[in-house]
T-cell receptor, first 116, second 110 residues
Framework: GAGVSQSPSNKVTEKGKDVELRCDPI?????LYWYRQSLGQGLEFLIY????????KSGLPSDRFSAERTGGSVSTLTIQRTQQEDSAVYLC??????????????FGSGTQLSVL | QKEVEQDPGPLSVPEGAIVSLNCTYS??????FMWYRQYSRKGPELLMY????GNKEDGRFTAQVDKSSKYISLFIRDSQPSDSATYLC??????????FGKGNQVVVIP
């Protein structure tokens, strides 16, 4: 596609439920990132995928969060047993660079997650 | 202390005014400096990208980096209502992640 696509755009769930958020990166982009944007908190790094390398999971806030990337393309972020503090906009980004130092990220429009 | 500090206060200016935004950072390893623009309900989009100290211009936008002071700025000349958005600074030193500031919401009043 022309840009990074994320779905759903909005997700309302009840506390304790599991949710899956999907990201379809720009075709040909080898790097994929997940960020979380909370009100007044800026963007928080969650996880990074690069090709077939092991992902950098160092930003995941707890073991309730996990992500996978299938076939080097589509990625799914899963949050288990959601809590109210998980409410935020979850942004996915992709890029063509490989950590050489000049990453230019292209972001999707995000998924607004609301946990009631 | 956070790696990147950006005073998140909103900024309202009349159309045609100069908008001045800035960030400070603590990690001297940062080498790449960016400004992203984010419209409401959209993801951030890359606006400006600089590597070295000094100024970089692109149309009405100027990005300024002062590595000795660990300070970066973004100037928007002749501001337009279409410039109303949140502006986030971001920095990178090759560890696969960008460090972002909290963002400034800018409103340009016609």
């Amino acid at each position: 596609g022309a840009g990074v696509s994320q779905s759903p755009s909005n997700k309302v769930t009840e506390k304790g439920k599991d949710v899956e958020l999907r990201c379809d990166p720009i075709s040909g982009h080898t790097a994929l990132y997940w960020y979380r944007q909370s009100l007044g908190q800026g963007l928080e790094f969650l996880i990074y995928f690069q090709g077939n390398s092991a992902p950098d999971k160092s930003g995941l806030p707890s073991d309730r969060f996990s992500a996978e990337r299938t076939g080097g393309s589509v990625s799914t972020l899963t949050i288990q047993r959601t809590q109210q503090e998980d409410s935020a906009v979850y942004l996915c980004a992709s890029s063509t660079q490989t950590g050489s130092g000049s990453e230019k990220l292209f972001f999707g429009s995000g998924t607004q997650l609301s946990v009631l | 202390q956070k790696e990147v500090e950006q005073d998140p206060g909103p900024l309202s200016v009349p159309e045609g005014a100069i908008v001045s935004l800035n960030c400070t950072y603590s990690n001297s390893a940062f080498q790449y400096f960016m400004w992203y623009r984010q419209y409401s309900r959209k993801g951030p989009e890359l606006l400006m990208y600089t590597y070295s100290s000094g100024n970089k211009e692109d149309g009405r936008f100027t990005a300024q980096v002062d590595k000795s002071s660990k300070y970066i700025s973004l100037f928007i000349r002749d501001s337009q209502p279409s410039d109303s958005a949140t502006y986030l600074c971001a920095m990178f030193y090759g560890n696969n992640r960008l460090a972002f500031g909290k963002g400034n919401q800018v409103v340009v009043i016609p």
